[in-house]
């Protein structure tokens, strides 16, 4: 599998791949251009799966979950999200996350510190559960406590990310206001408009 050969590399081997040859033999410049067009590859891939697994993951969980005849036919208030909103929000925060998540791993940050890597999975099992939970079952306050739980691992997540990479960090702060946003379409169906 594909997934099998990444690997994370240090900062060394980096700067060594990148140096450029002190031969300035044609033969010494071509391999070295092969090298960097290997390591572009490789950083491509591991970006296309780490963008691909949370997107997917979220499409499968709104095709499957994501209908709510309840949500769609209830009064709600004018601040209420459209269902299609939520969808919309949800998979700009799975694309958000798995940046944010590819570019901490890209600097090593899920090695030196495994909480992010928990933190972020935290986060993304949440994300997925708040659909089943909330529009099969039925089970809005525990919807609620979801979102609660959700948006303590997206705080966590910033935090974390930060420390390896401020991009990173940044990138979670729109997903805040995602998990934000689902709380008020939560509260809607808990305390419902008569």
Request: aromatic share 8%.
């Amino acid at each position: 599998m594909a997934s099998q050969e990444l690997k994370h590399r240090t900062r060394e081997e980096e700067e060594e791949e990148i140096q450029p040859p002190k031969d300035t033999g044609t033969t010494a410049t071509r391999r070295h251009q092969k090298k960097r067009t290997a390591m572009a590859k490789r950083g491509l891939r591991s970006l296309g799966l780490a963008l691909a697994l949370p997107l997917s993951l979220t499409l499968l969980d709104i095709s499957l979950f994501g209908s709510s005849l309840q949500y769609a036919t209830m009064k709600k208030p004018f601040w209420s999200p459209p269902l299609w909103a939520l969808h919309s929000a949800c998979l700009a925060s799975a694309f958000l996350m798995g940046l944010s998540a590819w570019l901490v791993w890209v600097e090593g940050g899920f090695h030196r510190n495994p909480t992010a890597l928990l933190l972020y999975l935290g986060q993304l099992s949440l994300s997925l559960a708040w659909d089943p939970i909330v529009f099969q079952a039925g089970a809005s306050r525990m919807g609620l406590v979801l979102c609660v739980a959700l948006f303590g691992a997206l705080v966590g997540c910033a935090r974390t990310f930060r420390t390896m990479n401020p991009i990173a960090g940044d990138l979670v702060k729109p997903c805040l206001l995602w998990a934000l946003i689902l709380s008020l379409a939560n509260i809607v169906l808990v305390l419902p408009l008569v």
